[in-house]
Structures are given as C-alpha cells and as structure tokens.
C-alpha cells in the first residue's frame, strides 16, 4: 500500500464486563491500524468479542482501558454528546439485522442521517437519491422496508451508511442474515465501493467469502488479535 494515510489507530484495548459468575475479559489488548481505503476482515469464533471491538472502535461502547484515535481525534476523550456528533459526522454501521425504520420509506430512512445532522433538507434527498442509486435500488426509493427483500433491506442500509460519506463504515456481520446470492451481491457492492471510492470497511464476518475478499484478515481470539493466513 502507497503512502496511505493512518484513520484509526487503537492502543491496548481492555473490555472486561461484570457478570453474575465474575469479572469477564473480553478484550485483552487489542492494538490495531486502519488505513485509508482498507477492507480489513475480523474473522473469529462466536463470543469471542468482534462485536465489542467493533462497537469500540466505532465509539458506540468505551473500552475499560485504552484509546482510539480517528481522524487524529481522541475518541474516548470526548464527553458523550460530543462522541454522538463525532460519530454522526465519522463513522457509520451495517448490522446483521438492517434496522431500518419500517414506517418509512426506503429514502427517508437513507435520508435520516442527514436529518439528524441538521443538514439541507434538500441537499440531503439529493444525495441519498444519488445513494440509492448507487446501491442499485433507483426503482425502489418510496418502498418501505417490508416491501423489500432481504438483500434490498441491506443495500438501504449501505446506502443509510454511505450518506455522511463516512471515514469508516463498520459492518457487523453483514451478510449473516442473506442466503447466498444476496450474500454475495452485497459483497459485491462493499468491494466495488471500496475500489470506486476507497470507502473503508471494518467487517467482523463469519463468511470466508467476505473475509477473503478483504485486504487483510485479523483473527481474534483470547482476547488478542493477530493477521490471519488463509
Ligand atoms: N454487555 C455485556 N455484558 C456481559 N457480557 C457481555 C456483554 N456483551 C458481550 N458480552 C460477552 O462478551 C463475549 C463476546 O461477545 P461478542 O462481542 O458479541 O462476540 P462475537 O461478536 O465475536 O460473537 C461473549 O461471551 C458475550 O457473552
Ligand atoms: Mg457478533
């Protein structure tokens, strides 16, 4: 990789949680760099934390210890309310289940990020039309959730991801919920967004396809994270 620049950097990252049998580490020191343009696949058993290390990195959970730069910021620096904004102006998420709003419309829910942001109302339906479009859903913009099939549910929520032009878009299993040819269209559609935009993605997956198609694949297991070799 040429000259890319360094977006998140995570330095010793503990996450212990209280549980009814005692104290549970989850994380045990994790120390990671992503760089711009990335895929970077998370591989790794059930329960071995991905979620939490993604919900970290992403500034949606804090660490017991340990920091996270983004954009040279100091994520767990910030207060709460200023960690919602960064988060809003920085990072987006792709779920397993797409948690879209089912009241509304395809376009309304790609267009709530922007609402949120209290940008243009106008400059906002533009481009989450232009979103829509890109994830090929051009022909499906006024249909609510339900009337959408799985994979269609999912390319909303990539392009609900895609609005804030992110810095990076965590996906927390994001085809877990797909049969196979959904699967793989939406793999398509993260590959050629990476390659056409040079949009990062952290991906925490169980599917090897996913994985392979990532720039680098991190194992993490015990708590610890290292470079996995296929
Ligand atoms: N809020 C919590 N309280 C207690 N234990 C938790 C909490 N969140 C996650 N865990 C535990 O942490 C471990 C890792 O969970 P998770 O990050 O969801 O793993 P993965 O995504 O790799 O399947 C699991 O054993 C889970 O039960
Ligand atoms: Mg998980």
Do not use: C
Not at 163 to 176: H, K, L
């Amino acid at each position: 990789m040429r000259d890319k620049r360094l977006v998140l950097k995570a330095e010793g990252i503990w996450r212990s949680f209280q549980t009814g049998a005692g104290t549970l580490d989850v994380l045990k020191g994790v120390d990671l760099e992503i760089y711009q343009g990335e895929v970077v696949a998370i591989v790794g058993p059930s329960g071995s934390g991905k979620s939490t290390l993604l919900n970290i990195l992403g500034g949606l959970d804090r660490p017991s210890q340990g920091s996270v730069r983004l954009d040279s910021i100091d994520v767990f620096s910030l207060n709460d309310k200023e960690l919602a904004g960064f988060r809003n102006r920085t990072i987006s998420f792709i779920f397993q289940f797409h948690h879209l709003l089912p009241e509304f419309s395809a376009l309304e829910n790609v267009m709530l990020p922007g609402y949120i942001a209290r940008e243009n109302l106008k400059t906002t339906k533009d481009k989450a039309l232009k979103m829509l479009d890109e994830v090929g859903l051009s022909e499906r913009v006024e249909h609510k959730p339900g009337e959408l099939s799985g994979g269609e549910q999912q390319r909303v929520a990539v392009a609900r991801a895609l609005i804030n032009e992110p810095t990076i878009i965590f996906a927390d299993e994001p085809s877990g919920n797909l049969d196979k040819n959904m699967a793989e269209s939406l793999h398509n559609l993260i590959t050629g967004l990476n390659r056409n935009k040079e949009q990062t993605f952290i991906i925490a997956t169980h599917n090897f396809e996913l994985a392979q198609r990532a720039q680098r694949i991190l194992r993490l297991e015990g708590g610890k994270i290292e470079p996995y070799k296929i």
